[in-house]
């Protein structure tokens, strides 16, 4: 038998199913957030053993204050044998208050869209000069030769006055012989300057060729086409000779191998997974050999050709 509702039984029916929604949307609610507190995480937090790693940043940074988090937490791994990740350290570091402030670096406006980093080692070397005054009123100017791709400065030369022709073209012997030997490249290697004069003499261009190299130089009035000299001597500038003993030329000239010594061998670079390049360009050295070992094609996989801006 089929029962009939009410006008009232209905009307009362949908007020229950109304409150029976309210009641279980309130329990939902209350499912969803059992015990917890509305207000998140606090801004800084801290562990046990913040301490410990506290003492080793320190001991880091205590020789090498212009690191950030990032180069920082290279460096701490690597020495001390640690695992801490990149949060860990940029987090106890502001702790501590040892954080630097960001970088505000000129834009310029113009768009530098030429590739300097290249795929591969001894595809592309670049040059530049940097002017290190003294507090004596002495001067000395240095010379370096990059790999575009590695990042290894592969010779230098410094001298106690203005650059000359003849300093480039032994810069540029001492290149070669650091990567070649007394062999020469079976490819000519690109090697990419500014307009400078001594870059441009004829004996230097003559010397480049007659060594294996290919001259390039960048547009006028464009320093940006030149991006990773100009980036090296930033990084120079800031972990080098910012606080050292400039007093006389003698003195800088003695702290100079010292310096590249340390660029190539501990320093760790971004591009390079944070690695020095002296050090990147020996795990390339055992994978081509591990690849060789195994019968398979070396396959070596390095930084990807990108635009560089400065």
């Not at 990042?151 to 106690?160: D, G, K, Q, T, Y």
């Not at 003993?245 to 702290?255: G, I, M, P, T, Y």
Request: glycine fraction near 8%.
């Amino acid at each position: 038998m089929k029962l009939k509702k009410s006008r009232a039984g209905t009307a009362l029916s949908r007020n229950d199913a109304s409150f029976d929604r309210g009641n279980l949307s309130h329990t939902q609610d209350r499912a969803r957030y059992p015990y917890r507190a509305m207000s998140g995480r606090p801004a800084q937090y801290a562990k046990a053993d913040d301490p410990v790693v506290a003492a080793h940043i320190r001991d880091i940074i205590r020789a090498r204050g212009s690191y950030g988090y990032r180069r920082v937490t290279a460096l701490v791994n690597e020495t001390f044998g640690t695992g801490y990740n990149r949060k860990r350290v940029r987090r106890v570091m502001e702790l501590n208050a040892w954080n630097l402030p960001r970088p505000n670096r000129r834009q310029t406006g113009r768009a530098h869209t030429g590739r300097i980093v290249r795929g591969t080692s001894n595809e592309r070397w670049c040059s530049d000069t940097l002017e290190i005054p003294c507090w004596n009123g002495e001067l000395v100017e240095l010379g370096f030769v990059l790999d575009c791709h590695d990042r290894e400065a592969i010779a230098h030369v410094a001298v106690p006055r203005k650059y000359r022709a003849t300093d480039v073209q032994q810069l540029l012997t001492q290149a070669v012989h650091a990567r070649f030997g007394a062999a020469r490249p079976n490819e000519r290697v690109q090697f990419l300057s500014d307009n400078g004069s001594i870059y441009t003499a004829i004996d230097t261009v003559i010397t480049a060729e007659r060594l294996g190299l290919a001259p390039m130089t960048t547009p006028a009035y464009s320093p940006q086409s030149n991006g990773m000299s100009e980036a090296f001597v930033r990084t120079l500038r800031r972990d080098y000779l910012d606080g050292a003993d400039r007093s006389s030329a003698a003195s800088v000239l003695e702290q100079i191998p010292r310096w590249l010594a340390d660029y190539n061998g501990v320093a760790p670079h971004s591009a390079l997974g944070y690695r020095a390049p002296q050090r990147y360009r020996q795990l390339l050295r055992e994978q081509r050999q591990g690849h060789q070992q195994d019968g398979q094609a070396t396959s070596v996989v390095g930084p990807e050709e990108r635009t560089v801006r400065s």
